[in-house]
Every structure is written in structure tokens, then in C-alpha cells.
């Protein structure tokens, strides 16, 4: 086209940052667009007492040429490789010896891995309404575990619901390979993704023309007229200003496309739609609590006498999983286990005495919604370190019966008394699209090429791209890596449509089917 374009990237996410580097490396103009006062999106993080800590994601989804992987290790991020000790509670609030604990463990596991390739190999005939719980149910009763252990073994299943934002009922198994990760371990960004974040925005607060505060209530385009024209789409904030561009990424979150389709004009066409409704949106929330000391862990100093059965998970937990607690009154109808990781169990220098608990899907929403009941407390987070304080008073009530089953915890030591909560509200704030990622329930039935629909977008004929965790390549959907390569895929096309470079551009990304993989059609 040989024309310098001017571009609008709409979101300062992952996506719409990479987006952005991408296409001023290449030569574009970039306005990017963001609805808050600060880059990162669901990428961000805050303090609980004196701890910096990650309200977003905190997890680097497998190593084998992950881009994020390579940025971490680039900005001197502090990664651990979190395979520690995993301490089971069981339904009366008893700690689980070790040895049942490892064989429900790997019962668990296996049977996830095999799940996994069934869905990658059966997808085309596994009906929609079949979950993945009622696959782990049907293989765990194959297994010679007793009856008690078969049963502990499907309530420690249901933790796959911190994976995906709701509960393992919902989990299509149709659809679970597109839950598959890149391959290699799974890490915890213990020194959080600031770093990665500084890295990632860097390019984007130098050369960009960013506009915060500016939400895009109105995206208008028009035809085309041909491939060597550049498009013509006009944008309008929420204060009424408009303004025409070029091309436009549009980056928002799945969850506030599904509630924002009215925002383009002319209509999505109905297969868009259709793939916007048809992929649904997790719940996943954290609730971080922190003490003066990380009671949990046993003193390794005091020699301990060889017992059986023996109990070490539980006396030094990296992991703990508290399996359909008896011990709580949660509201009717809603799974009330819970988890949580020790921070405590970080390395040395990111080490403090927090614990952090995931909750999802219907138990996450009750939460959410009591917080957002309570004035002090903000749209993305709330934070609380006064006993006094009406949100404080909520969280410990809620975490009070999980916390005090752990070792070590006695309710008179003010060791054992938390100094403060911070909890996410991701369902209460319509930037993050009500919600924390794309995930797949039963019910869907194109799931695969749902995906697909979603990252052609608008198409080159309306100029306006799709970017964001939603449209990654299979392997990488709703993870960091995912959004960071959707926003460099979305900045390629528009570089290959003006005859820009490839400047900063890696490798192309591979967006088949890991069904196609496995069945070797590749
Ligand atoms: C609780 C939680 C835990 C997670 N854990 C992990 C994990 O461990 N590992 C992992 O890899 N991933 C994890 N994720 C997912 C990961 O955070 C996302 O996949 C990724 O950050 C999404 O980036 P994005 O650019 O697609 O979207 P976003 O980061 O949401 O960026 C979109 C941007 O668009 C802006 N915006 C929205 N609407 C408008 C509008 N109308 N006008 C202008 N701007 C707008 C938003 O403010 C935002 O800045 C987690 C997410 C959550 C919520």
C-alpha cells in the first residue's frame, strides 16, 4: 500500500501493548486507547502490608519457547518452580496422611493427562454435554483406591476449577484439549510480573500517543474499498470525542465484547456473535491474607521422630487443599472447597508470610458480590488490615475456618491473627470483562473454531483486528503468552497489508488444533 498507517489500539493489556511495539518498530503511528489510568490490564499488582503482590496472573504457563518465559528471565524475574508439598484437609478438617494424599495425587494427575488426550483425540464425538467430571468420576471408580479415597480423590479434582475460573462440572471435555499449555513446567512468578510488565510497556510509553482515561464506547467502519486502500474507522470515547483511523485493534476482553456488541457498527455479523456468546468467561478470583509469621511451617530446625503414617505435607505445605469442608456453613448450593499456595515457600528474597487463595466460579461471585456491597472497597481489589473494618471482617470470616486447620495455628498466638486481606473483584469491574479469562464449558459445540471466528475479527475488509488472551493460538488461551502473541499476530497482518517490515516479529505461531497434532496431521 506504501502508505505509513495510522492505527488505534484499543487496551494497554499484554495484547494491545505488543500490538503496539510491533507496529511502531515497523513504522505505523499508534494511538492506543486505554479506559484506566495505567498500562497492564489484568496485569497488575498492589501491596498487602508490605508485600507487593500479583492481582492478575502469577503463573508462566509452560517454558518451551515462551516468549514470557524468555522476558522473565531477560528482567531478572524471580521464578519458582512450585512442586512442593501438598497438604490434603480432609471433609472433618483432619490433615490426610502422606501417603493417601500421593496416591489420590496421582490418580488425579494421571487421570487429568489422560483426559486431555481424549478430548484431543475423541473432540469430533465427545457429545457437548459431557463434563470433565464425568470423566474423572468414570475413570477414578476403575482405580483400586478404597471408596473413601475414590471419593477425596474427586473432591481434590474439583481444584482444576483455579485453572479455568469455574467449577470442573462446567469444563466441556469435548473442549478440554484447548486447555492443553505450551509445553514444560509451570511457574510461579515469585517477584511478580512487574518486570515483565515494565518490559513488555516499555516501547508502548515511549513512542506511543497513549490516551488513558479513555474508554471507546463507539467503533464505526467502513468498507474497504480495496486492498490497497487503507480503511476508514472512526472511533468515539465515552466523553463523545471522536476520531478516524486508519486500522483498529481492538483488544478488550471477551467478557466486554459479550457485553458490548451494540458498540459496533455496522453489526458484528451473526457468526461473530455467535462465537462471542458461544465461549464463555471464568470466574477466577484470589483473596490474599498475610500474618506476622507463616505459622503453617514446622520449625525444620526441631528433629522430628520417624512416625507412620507420616504427615510432612501438612507440616510444611507449599500447596493446601481443603476437600468439601464439613467444619463451614457456606450457602446453599454453592462447592465450598478451597486452596491456597504459601508465599512463605517462595525463595528467600520474595519470601513472606502470606497465603493465597484461589476461589472460582459460583463461591467466587457470592464473594465478589458481598465486597461490592461494602462503600470502601474499590471496583478491582479490596484491601483491609483493620479488624474493624467491614470487608476485613468478611474475608476472615470466610477464610477464618480454612486458615486455622492448618499447622501450627493456635487462636491465641497473635502469630496466628491475620494483619491484612487483599481481595480481586475482576467480576466487578467491566474492564476486565466482568470476569478473569475465556474458558470452555459444556454445552459448546465449535468451540475450536469459535476460536478461529474470533481472531479473523472484523477482517480486513472492515480494518478492524481482534487481539487478546481469546484469540491466541490453541496452546496459549487466556494466559499472558496467549495475549502477548495475539497482539503480535494482530500488528503482522496489519505490517503485511501497508508492505511494512516484520521487524520484532518471532517465529509464526502455530495455530492449529492440538487434535491435529495428536492425530498426526501435522
Ligand atoms: C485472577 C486472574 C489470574 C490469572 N492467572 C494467570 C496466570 O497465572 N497465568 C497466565 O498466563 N494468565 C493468567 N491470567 C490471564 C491473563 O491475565 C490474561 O490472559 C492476559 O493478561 C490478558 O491480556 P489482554 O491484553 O488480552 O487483556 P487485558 O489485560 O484485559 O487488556 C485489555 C485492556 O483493555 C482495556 N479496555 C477494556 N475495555 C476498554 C474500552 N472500551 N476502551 C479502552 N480500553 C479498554 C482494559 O482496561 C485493559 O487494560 C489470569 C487472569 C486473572 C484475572
Known amino acids: 500500500m506504501g502508505k505509513r498507517p495510522n492505527v488505534a489500539v484499543i487496551g494497554a493489556g499484554l495484547s494491545g501493548l505488543r500490538c503496539t511495539d510491533i507496529l511502531i518498530q515497523n513504522g505505523a503511528r499508534v494511538t492506543l486507547f486505554e479506559a484506566r489510568n495505567r498500562v497492564g490490564g489484568r496485569v497488575h499488582q498492589t501491596k498487602i502490608h508490605t508485600h507487593l503482590i500479583d492481582m492478575g496472573p502469577n503463573w508462566i504457563h509452560g517454558t518451551g519457547k515462551n516468549p514470557i518465559a524468555a522476558i522473565a528471565e531477560a528482567t531478572g524475574t524471580v521464578l519458582e518452580d ?19 494424599a500421593s496416591r489420590i495425587s496421582e490418580v488425579l494427575w494421571t487421570t487429568i ?3 486431555f488426550e481424549y478430548s484431543n483425540i475423541h473432540k469430533d464425538t465427545i457429545p457437548p454435554d459431557r463434563s470433565l467430571l464425568d470423566f474423572i468420576r468414570e475413570k477414578v471408580e476403575e482405580t483400586d483406591l478404597t471408596t473413601t479415597e475414590k471419593d477425596l480423590c474427586i473432591e481434590s479434582s474439583r481444584l482444576w476449577g483455579a485453572y479455568v475460573g469455574d467449577p470442573i462440572e462446567r ?25 515483565i510488565l515494565k518490559h513488555v510497556s516499555q516501547a508502548a510509553l515511549q513512542r506511543a500517543d497513549i490516551r488513558f482515561n479513555q474508554p471507546i464506547v463507539k467503533i464505526e467502519s467502513e468498507p474497504r474499498q480495496d486492498l490497497r486502500s487503507p480503511g476508514k474507522v472512526t472511533l468515539t470515547t465515552a466523553s463523545g470525542e471522536t476520531f478516524q483511523f486508519d486500522e483498529v485493534v481492538v483488544t478488550c476482553p471477551l467478557g466486554w465484547l459479550k457485553r458490548n456488541k451494540q458498540a459496533f457498527t455496522p453489526e458484528l455479523p451473526p457468526r461473530l456473535t455467535q462465537a462471542i456468546d458461544s465461549i464463555s468467561y471464568g470466574r ?9 509469621r507463616a505459622f503453617w511451617h514446622a520449625d525444620t530446625t526441631t528433629t522430628t521422630t520417624e512416625t507412620s503414617p507420616k504427615y510432612t505435607n501438612f507440616t510444611n505445605p507449599t500447596f493446601a487443599q481443603f476437600l468439601n469442608p464439613t467444619y463451614t456453613s457456606p450457602p446453599k448450593n454453592i462447592i465450598w472447597n478451597q486452596e491456597c499456595i504459601s508465599l512463605a515457600a517462595l525463595p528467600p528474597s520474595c519470601a513472606h508470610p502470606t497465603l493465597l487463595f484461589y476461589t472460582f466460579g459460583p463461591c467466587s461471585t457470592y464473594i465478589v458480590s458481598k465486597l461490592a456491597t461494602i462503600p470502601s472497597s474499590t471496583t478491582t481489589t479490596t484491601s483491609s488490615s483493620s479488624s474493624d473494618d467491614e470487608s476485613y471482617n468478611l474475608l476472615n470470616t470466610f477464610l477464618h475456618p480454612f486458615y486455622s486447620r492448618l499447622h501450627g495455628y493456635s487462636a491465641s498466638s497473635p502469630d496466628c491473627t491475620p494483619l491484612a ?9 467491566p474492564y476486565a470483562g466482568n470476569g478473569s479469562y475465556c474458558n470452555f464449558q459444556v454445552g459448546l459445540t465449535q468451540g475450536d473454531r469459535d476460536i478461529e471466528v474470533l481472531r479473523a475479527g472484523l477482517g480486513v475488509d472492515r480494518a478492524v483486528w481482534f487481539a487478546g488472551e481469546h ?3 490453541f496452546v496459549a488461551l487466556g494466559t499472558t503468552t496467549g495475549a502477548y502473541w495475539s497482539g503480535e499476530r494482530a500488528a503482522g497482518q496489519i505490517c503485511n497489508l501497508y508492505g511494512l517490515g516484520r521487524v520484532g516479529i518471532g517465529l509464526e505461531r502455530d495455530d492449529s488444533l492440538p487434535s491435529a497434532r495428536a492425530k498426526g496431521l501435522l
Open 113 to 115: 493427562e489422560n483426559a
Open 471 to 473: 484469540t491466541a493460538p
Open 171 to 195: 469444563q466441556s471435555l469435548k473442549f478440554f484439549c484447548l486447555e492443553e499449555c505450551i509445553d514444560g513446567n509451570n511457574f510461579f512468578v515469585a517477584s511478580t510480573y512487574k518486570n
Open 82 to 100: 512450585f512442586e512442593g508439598n501438598q497438604a490434603l484437609i480432609s471433609p472433618d478438617g483432619k490433615a490426610i496422611d502422606d501417603d493417601t
Open 284 to 292: 477466577l478470583e484470589k483473596v490474599y491474607v498475610t500474618f506476622p
Open 421 to 429: 486481606f487483599t481481595a480481586t473483584q475482576w467480576q466487578n469491574d
